[in-house]
C-alpha cells in the first residue's frame, strides 16, 4: 500500500508553545489532506479537511487560528498547533487522499504532550 | 451528516472462538464505502476489511468477515479462531461512494476494546 509518515512521531512541548506537524504522502498526490485527532480511549476525530493550494475547512468546534493547516504541495501538510495547551494534548493523525481511491492511507501519528 | 455507531465499547473472545463485533450506520446515501479498521496499541491504523454497499456478497478476508445488511444498515465483523494478535482496539468506519475531495472522509463509530484470552 501507500506510504504515509508523519514528523514528528512524538513531542513533548511547553505550554503556550506552538508545534508543527509534518504528514507527507511518499508516493501518491495527495489533492485532499484529512486531519483527524485520538484521544486517549476515544475514536477519531475529524478535525478539518484542506485541498492542495486552498484555505482548509474546519469542523464544528475546531478553532482555525490555533489549529493552522498548510497543504501548499500535493505531498505535503503541515499542522501547526499554536499557542498548545495540555487539553490539546492528544494523537493526531492525517489521512492524505488522492482521487479514485477506493482504500485510505493513514499517516503513523503523531503523539502531542504538552505540560 | 452519517453516523456510525458500535454498541460494544469491550468484547473478550477466547483464544480459537469466534466473535462478532457489532456495527450500526445512518446514511441518506445509497452508495457508500464501510470499513473495519484495527488500531493495535501501537495505534497505527490498519485495514482489517472494506464492503461496498452496491455489492450483496459480504466481504471476506482470511479469517475476518462481515454481516452486511443494507436495509437494517448493519455491518458487523465476525473473526473467527481468534488469535492473540487480534487484540486491539477495532473502529467501523463510513465513506461516501463519490469521487475525490470531501467524498473521502471517514466518519468513524467509537471502536470496541478486543481482548483475547490465552
Known amino acids: 500500500g501507500a506510504v504515509v509518515s508523519q514528523h514528528p512521531s512524538w513531542v513533548i512541548c511547553k505550554s503556550g508553545t506552538s508545534v508543527k506537524i509534518e504528514c507527507r504522502s511518499l508516493?501518491?498526490?495527495?489533492?485532499?489532506m484529512f486531519w483527524y485527532r485520538q484521544f486517549p480511549k476515544q475514536s477519531l476525530m475529524l478535525m478539518a479537511t484542506?485541498?492542495?493550494?486552498?484555505?482548509?475547512?474546519?469542523e464544528q468546534g475546531v478553532e482555525k487560528d490555533k489549529f493552522l493547516i498548510n497543504h501548499a504541495s500535493l505531498t505535503l501538510s503541515t499542522l501547526t498547533v499554536t499557542s498548545a495547551h495540555p487539553e490539546d494534548s492528544s494523537f493526531y493523525i492525517c489521512?492524505?487522499?488522492?482521487?479514485?481511491?477506493?482504500?485510505?492511507?493513514f499517516g503513523p501519528g503523531t503523539r502531542l504532550l504538552v505540560l | 451528516a452519517q453516523t456510525v455507531t458500535q454498541s460494544q465499547p469491550e468484547m473478550s473472545v477466547q483464544e480459537a472462538e469466534t466473535v462478532t463485533l457489532s456495527c450500526t450506520y445512518d446514511?441518506?446515501?445509497?452508495?457508500?464505502?464501510l470499513f473495519w479498521y484495527k488500531q493495535p496499541p501501537s495505534r497505527q491504523m490498519i485495514l482489517v476489511i472494506r464492503?461496498?454497499?452496491?455489492k450483496q456478497q459480504n466481504a471476506t478476508e482470511n479469517r475476518f468477515s462481515v454481516n452486511f445488511q443494507k436495509a437494517a444498515k448493519s455491518f458487523s465483523l465476525k473473526i473467527s479462531d481468534s488469535q492473540l494478535g487480534d487484540a486491539a482496539m477495532y473502529f467501523c468506519?463510513?465513506?461516501?461512494w463519490g469521487s475525490g475531495g470531501s467524498n473521502y472522509k471517514l466518519t468513524f463509530g467509537k471502536g470496541t476494546l478486543l481482548t483475547v484470552n490465552p
Open positions: 489521512i492524505p487522499s488522492g482521487t479514485n481511491q477506493e482504500t485510505q492511507y
Open positions: 508516493d501518491f498526490q495527495a489533492t485532499t
Open positions: 484542506s485541498n492542495e493550494g486552498s484555505k482548509a475547512t474546519y
Open positions: 446514511t441518506s446515501e445509497s452508495d457508500y464505502y
Open positions: 464492503q461496498e454497499a452496491y
Open positions: 468506519a463510513y465513506r461516501s
